[in-house]
């Protein structure tokens, strides 16, 4: 009986690895070296941890250092393969660099300037 029930919990146990692995990730880690706008909030130099909800083009896009949510953004996010996971890019208007996109492994983050982001 016991060898059952250890049967049983190793296979559930291992669904639920496999399911886990096949989730999409929707969380990153990224460096801002200075400050720079997103949408309509400038977010200081740093480490933020991006983490963005929904799976369609439209998603919220959350920047948050430690347990803090600093800013969330609304996003496009399109589906894709890139060659490198995590590349930023900017453009440099007045003032701070403005992000444009954030690409990653199978995906890309498009922000729009005029977008109005709320500050937490």
């Known amino acids: ?48 941890t991006i983490d963005w909800n929904g799976t369609s083009p439209d998603v919220r896009v959350s920047f948050s250092r430690g347990n803090k949510t600093i800013a969330t953004i609304p996003a496009t996010l399109e589906a894709g393969h890139n060659p490198h996971d995590a590349t930023i890019y900017q453009t440099k208007e007045s003032g701070a660099p403005l992000l444009v996109e954030i690409q990653l492994k199978n995906s890309t983050l498009h922000f729009t300037p005029s977008d109005a982001g709320s500050v937490q």
Do not use: D
């Open 1 to 48: 009986m016991k060898f059952r029930s250890a049967s049983i919990l190793a296979v559930f146990f291992f669904m639920t690895l496999s399911v886990a692995m096949a989730w999409p990730k929707s969380k990153k880690t990224i460096n801002l070296i200075e400050p720079t706008t997103v949408g309509s909030v400038t977010l200081p130099a740093g480490e933020y």
